[in-house]
């Protein structure tokens, strides 16, 4: 055993030491909230420690804590403007639907997108970045730009400038290489894809270098123009099939492109893997004002939880008193949408040789159901909506989620958007009938 210990003590010298690495390795693809844990670790020092073991929560208390859903007068708004769009006397309905990775490469939303077009007309995949970390994996456009860009985003701060309606920020400027910008957008006429409608780029205000995009196959460069915080710029008033477009703008905040075909419903994916939801508290009021002016959004999707779970919390008091706030700041940044909080989806852990449902779901689970009742916000449960307990595992075994037991493929993101949409449409039917009804029993 000596010998042993000796001629390990000879080889940890000699062999690199990455290969004996005590310290964790930085690993880009990993993200961490910032908000998050820093409202963890406030609530740790309020709260004593405790070791608590995780074990199952029984029937009753589950329970007790999963309402399925609300969402008649909390999103009677909402339905308003569906009713409207309905019968002629609106153009335009607008959702923003905020997530994590499970809406990552705009998976449910997409399907979403298509279920609500197909009902109400409308075309196109709404807003989209200049950049984004998922933009090779997303389905609904294909989406390229050069590896050279800045960006600031709600999980990684570039500098002090507002972010963008996303929460992603792009950059020209390259003191360095001097290598040219670009991005691509590819549309297709599939069914969960879209050409690409009327691009409109939006825009920050213009510092004191000239600021200049070139669109592939125009001779001539146009010059961005604005000192606003938001400014927009018609890059096609045609259906185009393909966009790419040269930047040289500096420190000009970009804030992405829209495609939409200006009638009928539309649905922005706005999600960030690694969110809690609560760096929605970063979004600058002013300026989503200015974005809400031109879009005019009538529903705010929440969808968040996957990244709160922890082993190490017993509660989720702490969350549900910052997404309270949260909350409360979208109704300030947007005050003509109603909101709509959907639930953690079921996840599956391992307790002893078994695969069940996380204890931590139906703790947070809670805690999500009553910051949406004190925020006066529509509440869906999506763990009601896939089956309840366990049944993440059967998602996994039909082939309908990924081995995590966490994630959703494309065929259970089909399934839960088709879910959700049912939901929605259920509450705007009776909403419709109540309004025919009351009609009916008007005086003329």
């Known amino acids: 055993m000596i010998l042993s210990g000796l001629l390990f003590l000879v080889f940890r010298i000699a062999l690199p030491k990455s290969?004996?690495?005590?310290?964790?390795?930085?690993?880009?693809?990993?993200?961490?909230?910032?908000?998050?844990?820093?409202?963890?670790?406030e609530d740790e020092k309020k709260t004593p420690k405790k070791i608590v073991k995780d074990i199952e929560i029984k029937p009753v208390e589950k329970q007790k804590t999963l309402p399925v859903a609300t969402t008649s007068s909390e999103?009677?708004?909402?339905?308003?403007?569906?009713?409207?769009?309905?019968?002629?006397?609106?153009?335009?309905?607008?959702?923003?639907?905020?997530?994590?990775?499970?809406?990552?490469?705009?998976?449910?939303?997409?399907?979403?997108?298509?279920?609500?077009?197909?009902?109400?007309?409308?075309?196109?995949?709404?807003?989209?970045n200049i950049y984004s970390k998922s933009q090779a994996t997303r389905g609904s456009v294909h989406h390229k730009t050069s590896h050279n860009w800045k960006y600031s985003t709600f999980l990684k701060r570039l500098n002090k400038e507002a972010l963008g309606i996303s929460g992603y920020t792009a950059y020209a400027n390259d003191t360095i290489s001097k290598s040219k910008k670009w991005v691509n957008y590819n549309g297709s006429y599939t069914p969960q894809k879209s050409m690409l409608y009327n691009p409109t780029l939006y825009y920050g205000k213009v510092d004191s270098l000239p600021a200049y995009v070139n669109i592939e196959g125009q001779t001539d460069s146009i010059q961005l123009k604005g000192k606003r915080i938001l400014n927009k710029l018609v890059l096609s008033k045609k259906t185009l099939s393909k966009l790419r477009i040269n930047f040289n703008t500096h420190n000009t905040p970009l804030y992405g492109v829209n495609f939409d075909n200006h009638k009928g419903i539309h649905i922005d994916n706005f999600s960030m893997r690694g969110n809690s939801g609560l760096p929605l508290s970063l979004l600058q009021?002013?300026?989503?004002?200015?974005?809400d002016k031109d879009f005019g959004y009538d529903l705010i999707i929440l969808q968040f939880g996957t990244n709160v779970i922890s082993n190490r919390k017993t509660n989720f008091v702490w969350y549900k008193k910052a997404m309270t706030r949260v909350v409360n700041h979208l109704k300030k940044a947007f005050p003509k949408a109603?909101?709509?909080?959907?639930?953690?989806?079921?996840?599956?852990?391992?307790?002893?040789?078994?695969?069940?449902?996380?204890?931590?779901?139906?703790?947070?689970?809670?805690?999500?159901?009553?910051?949406?009742?004190?925020?006066?916000?529509?509440?869906?449960?999506?763990?009601?909506?896939?089956?309840?307990?366990?049944?993440?595992?059967?998602?996994?075994?039909?082939?309908?989620?990924?081995?995590d037991y966490t994630h959703y493929n494309s065929k259970g993101s089909k399934k839960i958007a088709r879910l959700l949409y049912d939901k929605l449409m259920n509450g705007f039917k009776k909403f419709e009938a109540r309004r025919l009804k009351s009609k009916a029993t008007e005086v003329p």
């Open 338 to 403: 109603d909101i709509l909080v959907l639930s953690v989806a079921d996840k599956s852990k391992k307790y002893d040789t078994e695969m069940k449902t996380d204890s931590a779901v139906y703790k947070l689970i809670k805690q999500q159901r009553a910051y949406a009742s004190e925020t006066n916000s529509g509440y869906i449960s999506l763990y009601s909506l896939m089956g309840g307990e366990n049944s993440m595992i059967t998602w996994v075994e039909n082939g309908w989620a990924n081995k």
């Open 19 to 41: 290969v004996f690495a005590t310290e964790k390795l930085d690993n880009k693809f990993v993200v961490q909230d910032s908000l998050m844990l820093q409202a963890i670790k």
């Open 285 to 291: 009021t002013n300026l989503m004002h200015q974005f």
């Open 75 to 128: 999103l009677a708004n909402f339905y308003k403007a569906l009713y409207q769009l309905k019968n002629g006397k609106t153009k335009n309905v607008r959702i923003a639907y905020f997530g994590d990775s499970m809406n990552d490469g705009d998976l449910i939303v997409q399907d979403f997108r298509m279920f609500f077009q197909k009902e109400f007309g409308g075309k196109g995949v709404g807003f989209v």
